[in-house]
């Protein structure tokens, strides 16, 4: 598994953070970042609380595996504060478990960042420590 892109988008689909391992095609992963948010309104009434149809456990804030394109895999996950986590692979097998465990972990650290008080709510991050810590989460640090 090769983690081509990892975006956070805000309540709002403003996005927080963007990291691409490609400069030279980041117009073509914001392009997809930005066409992940239909699937992520899609599936959102299957988790809802209010919905009868729930198809999830309600603590289960992993979306899956949302849409394939020609060369990649996206995946998302929606936090219970409607922050959107989207992950992008190169179109090779992954386990779903560990791609869970990847969002997870990645939640954790937004959580971290947010939870910091001289953080402004909504506003892109651009702490370096932030950075390296996703640098970490996916094996190029």
């Known amino acids: 598994m090769k983690i081509v892109s990892i975006a956070i988008l805000g309540k ?8 691409v391992s490609n ?3 980041k117009r073509k992963f914001e392009y997809i970042i930005h066409t992940s948010l239909d699937f992520f309104e899609e599936k959102v009434p299957l988790i ?3 919905s009868k149809k729930s198809t999830q456990n309600q603590n289960d804030m992993y979306l899956g595996h949302l849409f394939p394109t ?11 504060t409607n922050y959107k986590l989207v992950c ?11 791609m869970k465990t990847l969002l997870n972990n990645l ?3 937004l959580v971290d960042t947010i939870c910091n008080p001289f953080y402004i709510t909504d506003e ?3 702490s370096k ?13």
Not at 70 to 80: A, M, R
């Open 129 to 141: 420590t932030f950075h390296l810590k996703i640098l970490d989460l996916i094996g190029k640090k």
């Open 70 to 80: 020609e060369d990649y895999k996206v995946y998302g996950y929606l936090t219970n």
């Open 48 to 50: 809802s609380p209010l």
């Open 23 to 25: 400069e030279e095609n």
């Open 88 to 98: 992008i692979i190169d179109d090779s097998e992954i386990k779903e478990q560990e």
């Open 12 to 19: 709002k689909n403003n996005p927080l953070y963007v990291y």
């Open 107 to 109: 939640h954790t650290i």
């Open 124 to 126: 892109p991050i651009t």
